[in-house]
């Protein structure tokens, strides 16, 4: 006795069979008359605010590429005949005994010693407002938002005639100090580290016997790379762009940052007979953003690393 074969019919069941599930079709999205015309309204506004941002950069790249006379009787977005980028250079870095070099190395300083510190202070106090609780917490926390609000312009003088009475102006520690103190800084590395450092991370390092400078160090800190490396940036922008604190507070050549260099130099190629110095305040300008594009392009990798390191298993 042979046993009944059983095929399987390929065609496919109707919808309305016992036992098989309906197919269910993705609803169309309803057709909205403006989507598209805002599309270009928005491509069209962020091309002008593209072009409203590399137009003055094109003309500066331009600008060091040409002799003094090409500045004035050439077209400003286009390459003259005689392209001096090299002996632009040149005179820039040796024009009144290489005083652009000590400009750059002041300015250099200011970075290091200013941001560095002010990025330092701000992982621990934002560290350790986000992952401690202590008496006046709110009232610190009320301080820092207040400080945000007030604009660096409005301290700078009663800052001078702070460090007018203490005998530190015409110093470099007239501009270190006061770069020391980021409130905005402070501000984001308290709300970052809020959410990139899990609690139970922490305590599951207090638990294998790590302390907690051992906890911040080798827990902590690698899960706030990304907003390190935010406020070292907006801190180092702040201080290499910095100019009316050192105004105020710097008399001596030798101590100008970048900023009141170029300021004076531009201000000599105001008057009479100093219009030879203005390709030197181009080609100056130019070296000066030269390494805030670099910082920006070696930098930028580490917000967009680490960012799931914090994620806890359960």
Do not use: C
């Not at 009232?139 to 005998?167: D, E």
């Not at 907690?212 to 290499?240: C, D, H, N």
């Not at 050549?253 to 390709?279: H, I, K, M, R």
């Amino acid at each position: 006795m042979t046993s009944p074969v059983v095929t399987v019919s390929d065609r496919p069941a109707p919808s309305g069979a016992p036992g098989t599930a309906p197919r269910l079709r993705a609803p169309r999205r309803p057709h909205t008359p403006g989507r598209p015309r805002r599309s270009v309204l928005l491509t069209v506004l962020t091309g002008l605010v593209v072009l409203y941002s590399l137009v003055p950069l094109l003309w500066l790249v331009v600008g060091a590429t040409k002799t003094q006379e090409g500045l004035s009787d050439s077209f400003g977005l286009w390459f003259d005949g005689d392209f001096a980028l090299w002996d632009n250079l040149t005179q820039t870095f040796t024009y009144d005994d290489g005083v652009f070099t000590r400009w750059l190395l002041n300015t250099l300083l200011y970075v290091g010693l200013g941001a560095g510190g002010a990025t330092f202070l701000a992982v621990l106090g934002g560290y350790a407002l986000a992952k401690f609780d202590f008496p006046g917490r709110r009232g610190v926390f009320a301080v820092v938002i207040g400080a945000v609000a007030v604009p660096g312009t409005a301290l700078a003088v009663p800052t001078f005639l702070m460090f007018s009475k203490m005998g530190l102006t015409d110093t470099p520690w007239a501009v270190i100090v006061p770069s020391l103190i980021s409130p905005f800084g402070l501000y984001l590395m308290w709300v970052f580290a809020s959410e990139a450092v899990p609690t139970e991370l922490m305590e599951a390092a207090r638990i294998d016997g790590a302390g907690e400078v051992r906890t911040f160090f080798r827990v902590a800190l690698p899960l706030l790379a990304p907003g390190i490396v935010t406020v070292l940036l907006f801190t180092m922008v702040a201080t290499w762009n910095n100019y009316f604190l050192p105004l105020i507070m710097l008399k001596d050549p030798d101590w100008y940052p970048l900023t009141l260099g170029l300021n004076s130099w531009n201000q000599q190629a105001q008057t009479a007979g100093g219009e030879a110095v203005f390709n030197l305040v181009v080609t100056g300008s130019l070296v000066t953003i030269l390494p805030l594009i670099a910082a920006f392009l070696l930098l930028q990798r580490y917000w967009q690393s680490g960012l799931a390191a914090g994620s806890v298993k359960e």
